[in-house]
């Protein structure tokens, strides 16, 4: 039988069984399906919703999503873990990255009765909370692979790491970036041949025209 100690008392957010909190790193809930919110999940929206988060949701007035529809990662964000973060209030907390977890007053070389006490879990910023469960939800896309075989980092790789995306970056977000400044380049180049030639009204004409559409395109990517 588990025994709660008598010190120290567990925080009120902790006195009743069911409550708890969910403690997030980045500063938005699914910081890590942000990164890669440009993307499609192969599964449909029914297998991706927690049946008790859809109770709460729908105790919300939230109107779900298409079960048959597949969501990119930015669409479970807004349609649903946000909806859901906001149902539950200040029990999730953002910015709040947990940097250890031991057990209340337990060190490497006590073992008996480990069980009986909270587990005490550190937070970066100093903060320490207490919890008889834990669920360690924090993923892999933070901590990617290295390139390297075995396990190792290639050789040199530390060096380059600024330049190393690991996962799913957003390539064609990129590409467009990159298509979007030479498109606002080229009127100026256009101009500056016009002027050269002595065509310089055709030229304009058609540079501005250049530069409507690269201005069109930026607004469309939102970049
Ligand atoms: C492109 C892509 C498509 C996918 N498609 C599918 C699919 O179709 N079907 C499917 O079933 N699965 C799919 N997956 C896998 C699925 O997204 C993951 O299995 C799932 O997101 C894992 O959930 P998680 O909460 O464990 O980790 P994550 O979603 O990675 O979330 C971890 C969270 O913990 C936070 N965190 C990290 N460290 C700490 C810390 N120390 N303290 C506090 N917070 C911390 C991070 O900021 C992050 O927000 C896909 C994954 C990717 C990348």
Not at 23 to 43: L, M, N, T, Y
Request: glycine share 10%; with cysteine.
């Amino acid at each position: 039988m588990r025994v709660r100690p008598a010190w120290p008392p567990p925080p009120t957010w902790l006195s009743g069984a069911s409550t708890s909190l969910s403690s997030e790193a980045g500063g938005q809930v699914g910081a890590s399906i942000a990164k890669w919110g440009h993307v499609r999940v192969f599964s449909p929206w029914r297998y991706n919703i927690d049946a008790a988060a859809r109770r709460l949701l729908n105790g919300a007035g939230w109107q779900a999503p298409d079960d048959d529809w597949l969501p990119t990662g930015a669409e479970i964000i807004e349609d649903y873990l946000a909806p859901l973060a906001k149902v539950l209030g200040d029990r999730v907390r953002v910015n709040a990255r947990v940097s250890a977890i031991t057990r209340l007053g337990f060190d490497r070389v006590r073992t008996n009765g480990r069980q009986d006490v909270p587990f005490l879990i550190r937070l970066e910023n100093g903060e320490e909370l207490y919890a008889w469960a834990i669920i360690d939800a924090s993923g892999t896309y933070t901590t990617p692979n290295v390139l390297g075989a075995s396990g190792l980092p290639a050789h040199g790789e530390a060096d380059v790491a600024a330049l190393i995306d690991h996962a799913l970056p957003d390539v064609p977000g990129r590409i467009a970036l990159f298509s979007v400044a030479d498109k606002a380049a080229a009127p100026l180049a256009a101009v500056a041949l016009a002027q050269a030639v002595g065509y310089g009204w055709v030229i304009g004409a058609v540079a501005s025209a250049c530069a409507i559409a690269a201005f069109g395109l930026l607004a469309y990517h939102r970049l």
